[in-house]
């Protein structure tokens, strides 16, 4: 897939969570994020969410993850 899938849709405020990811090793690491948006619409459920993690002052990544891979923190 690329770029941002169809249906999204802002959350406000955002929340914060973590994402799993499996690195090559086979091990899972967590890492924190917020989440600015979900796709599709409410209401149905979350495939997709828009998560932010901050990587220094005023730096940020974006990244449209799984919605399984999130957990609220």
């Known amino acids: 897939m690329h770029g941002d899938p169809p249906g999204q849709t802002p ?3 955002y929340r914060s969570a973590t994402v799993r990811s499996d690195l090559y090793s086979g091990e899972t690491v967590g890492i924190p994020v917020v989440v ?6 409410p ?3 979350a495939e997709w969410l ?3 993690q901050t990587l220094g002052h005023e730096r940020h ?3 449209w993850v799984p ?7």
């Open 11 to 13: 959350i406000e405020p």
């Open 36 to 41: 600015v948006s979900r796709a599709p619409a």
């Open 43 to 45: 209401p149905s459920p």
């Open 50 to 52: 828009c998560v932010r």
């Open 61 to 63: 990544w974006f990244a």
């Open 67 to 73: 919605a399984e891979r999130v957990t609220a923190r």
